[in-house]
């Protein structure tokens, strides 16, 4: 039955990111409030599919800091999942990503349309100091910024090293960081197909403010607490 649900998911997904991707192109000639307002609707059908084919389901705690400007989020990345979430929880974002994503056929349309950050992860020093110029571009611009610090998805249990990237971001442009631990990877496990239902737990944790912080001391911050929740909310089967 898990396979079945999981197939039925993966179809609807399918069929909408080709829509999607069809339809996002009429929204180019539209200021990015209104592109992204479009595509993040993807997001959220997904989410409301997902619940309803495989039963996987969420809770938050801590809305209350999220902040009324915009800042940084930094997330543990442990599936596909919270790629959806993050539309859905926080205000209109850019996201930090390899640019081989772009080239993805469909899917890859969508992501340009929202002006992402795409690095090329083998021009490590280029890399930073593009995601610092464009990070701080687009955060002067209204945005909200989304980093995974550790790069890749990372197993329930295991934990990736933190990539100083999004730190040096925040202190090169004085924006807070809002970091975010979720146990997502426990119902939608990386390179696996099968879903398993439950109640993804997320947790967003007070901004950590940057000014006067190097950017060690600020990745040392949020290493901290996001590392602290995963030990609190993964799975000790």
Same mark, same amino acid.
């Given at each position: 039955?898990?396979?079945?649900?999981?197939?039925?998911?993966?179809?609807?997904?399918? *069929?909408?990111?080709v829509v999607f991707a069809i339809l996002c192109l009429f929204t180019a000639p539209f200021p990015?409030?209104?592109?992204?307002?479009?595509?993040?609707?993807?997001?959220?059908?997904?989410?409301?599919?997902? /619940?309803?084919?495989?039963?996987?389901?969420?809770?938050? /705690?801590?809305?209350?800091?999220?902040? /009324?400007? @915009?800042?940084?989020?930094?997330?543990?990345?442990?599936?596909?999942?919270?790629?959806?979430?993050?539309?859905?929880?926080?205000?209109?974002?850019?996201?930090?990503?390899?640019? /081989?994503?772009?080239?993805?056929?469909?899917?890859?349309?969508?992501?340009?349309?929202?002006?992402?950050?795409?690095?090329?992860?083998?021009?490590?020093?280029?890399?930073?100091?593009?995601?610092?110029?464009?990070?701080?571009?687009?955060?002067?611009?209204?945005?909200?910024?989304?980093?995974?610090?550790?790069?890749?998805?990372? *197993?329930?249990?295991?934990?990736?090293?933190?990539?100083?990237?999004? *730190?040096?971001?925040?202190?090169?442009?004085?924006?807070?960081?809002v970091p975010m631990a979720h146990n997502a990877g426990e119902f939608w496990p990386r390179r696996?197909?099968?879903?398993?239902?439950?109640?993804?737990?997320?947790?967003?944790?007070?901004?950590?403010?940057?000014?006067?912080?190097?950017?060690?001391?600020? @990745?040392?911050?949020?290493?901290?607490?996001?590392?602290?929740?995963?030990?609190?909310?993964?799975?000790?089967?």
């Amino acid at each position: 039955m898990l396979l079945i649900r999981s197939l039925l998911f993966a179809l609807g997904m399918w *069929a909408s990111i080709v829509v999607f991707a069809i339809l996002c192109l009429f929204t180019a000639p539209f200021p990015f409030s209104v592109r992204y307002g479009f595509l993040s609707k993807w997001a959220r059908l997904n989410l409301w599919w997902l /619940e309803l084919t495989c039963g996987v389901r969420y809770q938050i /705690e801590g809305r209350e800091n999220i902040p /009324e400007g @915009n800042a940084i989020v930094m997330s543990k990345h442990q599936s596909t999942w919270e790629t959806l979430a993050l539309q859905v929880i926080f205000p209109p974002q850019v996201w930090v990503m390899k640019r /081989e994503l772009l080239k993805v056929p469909f899917f890859g349309w969508g992501l340009s349309m929202l002006e992402p950050i795409a690095i090329d992860r083998k021009a490590k020093g280029k890399a930073r100091q593009q995601l610092i110029d464009q990070g701080t571009q687009r955060l002067e611009n209204g945005r909200w910024v989304v980093i995974f610090p550790e790069g890749t998805r990372i *197993a329930p249990g295991e934990k990736g090293r933190y990539a100083l990237g999004g *730190a040096s971001l925040a202190e090169n442009s004085g924006y807070p960081i809002v970091p975010m631990a979720h146990n997502a990877g426990e119902f939608w496990p990386r390179r696996k197909f099968i879903k398993q239902p439950g109640v993804v737990k997320v947790r967003i944790g007070p901004a950590i403010e940057s000014k006067d912080k190097s950017a060690s001391e600020i @990745n040392q911050e949020v290493e901290a607490w996001i590392e602290g929740q995963m030990a609190e909310i993964t799975f000790k089967g």
